[in-house]
């Protein structure tokens, strides 16, 4: 789906999907617009069908928030795609509904796509609302992609979140900026294309950065914005359906975006690496986790003929995930659990 070319007259637009979600919007969206004021920022609350009084609440408290109401729930990719439509933004901040922004976390980011033309995406610093030191698993201070797709971030590494002692506040460049809290170029949207709706949740905006950096643009996190994330408002972690997107999509993304003549050696070691996942739910018990992951790997297979068309072709650069070990093998066998404990030599030059 492509963003419609527009007349952009400000600044940024900061778009909130949402449903069924009153005591998150009473709980986060005071301060979203209280922190707005001042940088000309238009709020779009961009319903999906909720029942529960939500749009209500908020055209009464804060009438000056936009109101965009979906026929139905259209989840994250497509009731975000259809609210930026509706956007005069040059500048659109997806913001998730359970984010807590703190005083002055919007001005960092609109700095950084100022002072970077060439910057497509840049996502703050997450930390947890429980625990306010420590990182959040969503996003922390930016994302990487090891050889075989699997995501991690400097301050979360699978199951382990640091605690943030300013290790890792450099504005640079990362391979994905979380959905939770990302600013995104108008014109970079214009030029790649929205979220896939395809994926319907989870890992669209790991694959958006990717086509970003197939494009020619770079991906940055600026750490001196920090917001904190609730987490878990759709599906919580460790849910069954969670697990099945996550693997589905992250298939998805990689027969999409890799180079054509990597993707039979990295699939090969996929399913290596997701058996051992199999069994490793199996042998713990969570029985439906595992059943998520095979039907994932038969509905991704089913899915391939739709991206045959968006595929890297040979004339285009390549871009391949920014870590060329693999974070499974370092987290589980080698027993690296923070992120300066990874090799550099293993990162890509940036």
Not at 223 to 242: D, E, F, M, N
């Amino acid at each position: 789906m492509s963003a419609p070319t527009q007349v952009h007259p400000l600044p940024v637009s900061i778009i909130i999907v949402s449903w069924n979600a009153l005591p998150l919007l009473q709980r986060c969206l005071p301060d979203v617009v209280q922190t707005s004021e001042g940088h000309d920022a238009e709020i779009i609350l961009a319903d999906n069908a909720s029942d529960d009084g939500s749009a209500e609440w908020v055209t009464a408290h804060f009438p000056t928030v936009r109101i965009v109401r979906h026929p139905e729930n259209w989840a994250f990719c497509k009731g975000n795609n259809a609210a930026i439509s509706h956007a005069r933004g040059r500048y659109i901040l997806l913001l998730n509904n359970d984010v807590e922004v703190t005083s002055g976390w919007l001005k960092p980011l609109l700095d950084t796509l100022d002072r970077y033309p060439s910057c497509a995406a840049v996502q703050p610093k997450l930390l947890q609302t429980g625990d306010r030191r420590r990182f959040e698993y969503a996003g922390a201070s930016g994302g990487f992609l090891d050889a075989f797709g699997y995501p991690f971030t400097r301050g979360r590494l699978f199951f382990t979140m640091e605690v943030d002692a300013g290790q890792y506040d450099d504005n640079r460049r990362v391979f994905w900026a979380t959905g939770a809290a990302i600013l995104l170029r108008r014109s970079a949207l214009d030029r790649c294309g929205l979220l896939d709706e395809r994926f319907f949740m989870h890992m669209e905006e790991i694959d958006l950065c990717w086509r970003f950096q197939r494009a020619g643009y770079e991906i940055r996190v600026e750490p001196a914005s920090v917001v904190h994330h609730i987490g878990g408002g759709s599906l919580p972690y460790g849910h069954a359906r969670k697990a099945y997107f996550n693997f589905r999509n992250s298939l998805l993304m990689l027969y999409k975006n890799l180079p054509r003549r990597r993707w039979p050696a990295v699939f090969l070691a996929r399913i290596l690496l997701d058996g051992l996942a199999i069994l490793r739910a199996t042998a713990t018990g969570h029985f439906a986790e595992a059943g998520s992951i095979l039907r994932a790997y038969w509905d991704a297979h089913r899915m391939r003929r739709f991206y045959a068309g968006e595929r890297p072709t040979g004339g285009e650069a390549s871009v391949l995930p920014s870590y060329r070990g693999s974070i499974v093998v370092d987290y589980f066998v080698r027993g690296r659990r923070r992120f300066s404990e990874l090799p550099s030599a293993r990162f890509s030059e940036e």
